[in-house]
């Protein structure tokens, strides 16, 4: 039995109504020999009292508050339907799901019913059902649990199980009367053992019963017998399967069966085929199939149960005219193609060449193309709707962490994200700038992510200037196909797929975003694509609030910055000084203060000119950000003057950064710097610290414009402190008691 019903089964044992004795045990055979799910119970239901092989699905229904009254009207009457019937009844609930009810006398005293089935009989029902998850009313129910277990099956499969139910019920109660335990009956017992024989089937692509669909009917006895046994003995798909492999899967075992050199399944994707896997020389050319996926040759193809007939040209593989007849001989430079088909429509198909095929040998791939059509297709939606309950996932908690994050951790979080989300190991994030009509990256990862952030495009220029520029999104498979040409080498992309998208705000360019090298080597499809679909809007707005949130920090950046050194302003010096002073005194640290002139910057500007002037001021402030620590603050002040705040730094400390700037400023050539009076251009310092009498802005900063003019006057090109106020006072007492 499924171990995520356990909770339910102990939950059961603990009503007033145990399990009819020997019915446990039965009931887990009957489910492993079918391969159907199996519930009893009594009454209305659920809790059923035991259940056994549970379709996933079901049990997402049964354990939601909000949608286990779908089924109310289904499986919940299905009790009363069994026992007025008095033998088996057929219904198909409102997900598609197939079951037979039917009364079981396990307990005279007691009125018991089971309940079989809850398989899908058609691709239809799984389509329809699927696409509901997809974008209909059971949104809120997609995840990756509830395709765990997906059964499938045929119309005869229920009968064959009511019948069986029907035998195994009279064994135990003909069990009870004579004293022995029968848990099957010898008919029963038989056809147990002859579902079991192996068959040639991919055991990863179908582990459970695939719809027979109407062509099955098309076939000879002997096809309809070896199909009969594949989905008997296939029940359902292994939880762990993966489509991929399971393409892997399919090719190997018709390859080693029928000695099949060269093949590939070819897999529908828009209105063409796309190569999924591949074998021998296959594997080292472009497939490119020239037929529409409703081209009547195909359906007449499977009908036959024979090949289509291409031949292979320089531009890819074409019809080479007329349906195979029967006894006919390939032409040279051929590849014949078995098409897939689930109901209507062309889902896949199988390409061999360079082997030698018989009549039969295309009768035994034709019906093998048959037998896994369906399997394949349910495991593609499956995939697909897995991939959507991963978005699902990613979606909770994307606009949480876009409305977390500013500025340039926006971009970051944004490509982080959707790389997350489509497996992507490379993917890069550009931005428009109208201005200079280019894109530039504003986030990268993956292998030469630095490289890649230096990138710029021109609109209409590259993959990414062309998409965004059309306002199309490109979905490649192999760049070389699509007529691109590849990377350099050097680049070490590990696929040859990516996707480029244009993102867009009503109609306003704002960016691409690419993603590439798929992690586990596959390409990129139309899920895919429908994932960034999906979040495009919100990315959009993301990035447009990004933007704005930049510009809006550069223009309050441009208000406290002095524009020609790039240094910040008197207004934001004084804010800043005033907040330092309250933590010095909260805290108790220290803190200093220094004023900066440039010597002689007059007469330096009179002989040599304004621009010459301007230059030396960048020149110097670029000397004060080398020599200063990350906390420390330097701005202009006015003029030729210059201030440093030091956080945290005593007077002592002050002194020896000041003396650090003096010397840089002296060793730089500045031009026309010899002419200056000192032999080259200097600068003066005036420190003070935060101490008793200096605690307010504008005492700190007088205190420091003192000892400024105090180096002035003491010849230049030198640094100078004042004595605290407190020291100079008991030194003047001191002086005039002598």
């Known amino acids: 039995m499924d171990e995520t019903v356990a909770p339910m089964r102990d939950k059961a044992q603990t009503q007033n109504h145990q399990k009819p004795d020997g019915w446990a045990d039965a009931q887990e055979s009957l489910a492993a020999a079918s391969g159907l799910s199996l519930l009893l119970v009594e009454g209305h239901q659920p809790p059923a009292l035991l259940v056994s092989n549970n379709n996933s699905i079901c049990r997402a229904f049964q354990s939601s508050p909000d949608h286990v009254r779908l089924c109310d009207p289904f499986c919940g009457v299905a ?79 229920l009968d064959d ?36 024989k192996p068959v040639d089937a991919p055991a990863n692509i179908v582990a459970g019963s695939a719809a027979r669909d109407s062509s099955l009917e098309e076939q000879s006895f002997m096809q309809k ?24 899967s399919a090719l190997e075992v018709i390859a080693v069966k029928h000695k099949l050199n060269s093949l590939a399944l070819l897999l529908r994707e828009r209105s063409a085929f796309a190569p999924a896997c591949s074998k021998g020389r296959f594997k080292d050319i472009k497939i490119h199939v020239e037929i529409g996926l409703k081209d009547a040759r195909l359906f007449a193809t499977a009908k036959a149960a024979t090949s289509l007939i291409l031949r292979e040209t320089a531009e890819g593989f074409k019809p080479a005219g007329a349906i195979r007849k029967q006894g006919t001989g390939a032409p040279e430079k051929t590849a014949e193609l078995f098409p897939l088909i689930v109901g209507d429509e062309v889902k896949a198909a199988l390409l061999i060449a360079d082997s030698e095929l018989t009549d ?58 959707s790389v997350d989300l489509l497996h992507a190991e490379r993917g890069s994030l550009l931005l428009f700038d109208e201005a200079s009509n280019e894109l530039a990256v504003k986030a990268a990862v993956g292998p030469r992510a630095e490289v890649t952030r230096e990138v710029r495009v021109r609109m209409g220029e590259g993959v990414a200037g062309a998409v965004l520029f059309e306002g199309r999104p490109r979905v490649v498979h192999d760049v070389e196909s699509a007529g691109h040409t590849p990377a350099p080498a050097e680049r070490s992309y590990k696929t040859k797929s990516f ?29 895919d694509l429908s994932l960034i679909e999906s979040i495009a809007p919100q990315m959009a707005m993301a990035l447009d609030r990004a933007d704005w949130q930049e510009k809006a920090n550069q223009f309050q950046l441009m208000s406290i910055t002095d524009p020609l050194t790039g240094l910040l302003n008197r207004r934001y010096l004084i804010e800043r000084l005033a907040e330092e002073l309250k933590r010095s005194k909260r805290q108790e640290y220290p803190m200093s203060f220094m004023m900066i002139d440039i010597d002689d910057f007059k007469l330096y500007n009179d002989h040599n000119g ?37 956080p945290q730094t005593s007077l002592a400390e002050a002194i020896t950064i000041a003396e650090r700037i003096r010397r840089r400023i002296t060793r730089v050539r500045f031009p026309h710097g010899k002419s200056q009076p000192l032999g080259s251009m200097t600068v003066s310092i005036g420190v003070s610290a935060f101490s008793p009498g200096l605690e307010t802005p504008q005492t700190i900063i ?26 100079e006072e008991e030194s003047n007492a001191a002086e005039e008691a002598g």
């Open 610 to 646: 304004h621009p010459a002037g301007d230059l030396a001021l960048e020149m110097a402030a670029q000397c004060l950000k080398s020599a200063l620590r990350g906390a420390d603050v330097a701005s202009r002040y006015g003029g030729e003057e210059f201030c440093i705040l030091l």
């Open 499 to 527: 996707i480029s998208y244009p993102i867009t705000v009503g109609g306003r360019k704002v960016g691409v975003l690419n993603v590439t090298d798929k992690a586990g080597g596959g390409s990129y499809d139309d899920i």
């Open 360 to 417: 039969e040998k295309r009768r035994a791939i034709s019906g093998y193309c048959r037998e896994i059509a369906l399997p394949l297709e349910v495991l593609r939606l499956r995939n697909e709707l897995a991939q959507r309950a991963r978005f699902t996932e990613h979606m909770q908690s994307f606009g949480e962490r876009l409305n977390t994050t500013g500025g340039g951790d926006t971009y970051d979080a944004i490509l982080h994200m």
């Open 79 to 157: 009790h009363e339907q069994a026992l007025k019937a008095k033998g088996a009844v057929h219904y198909r609930c409102h997900a598609g799901l197939h079951c037979i009810t039917m009364p079981v006398e396990l307990d005279a005293k007691r009125q018991l019913a089971v309940i079989g089935g809850r398989a899908f009989l058609t691709s239809a029902d799984y389509r329809a059902l699927a696409e509901r998850f997809r974008t209909g009313d059971l949104q809120d129910l997609l995840s990756e649990e509830i395709f765990q277990n997906v059964i499938f099956a045929a119309r005869q499969d």
């Open 702 to 727: 007088e205190a420091a414009d003192r000892a400024l003019y105090l180096a002035k006057s003491r010849g230049k090109n030198r640094v100078e402190t004042l004595e605290p106020p407190a020291a």
């Open 225 to 248: 017998a070896d199909a009969r046994s594949a989905l008997l003995n296939n029940r359902y798909f292994q939880a762990e399967s993966d489509f991929k492999e399971a393409c892997n």
């Open 161 to 196: 199980l009511a019948h069986r139910i029907e035998e195994t019920s009279r064994g135990l109660s003909a069990g009870k009367h004579t004293g022995k335990s029968e848990t099957a009956s010898p008919i029963s017992q038989r056809e147990s053992a002859r579902d079991t």
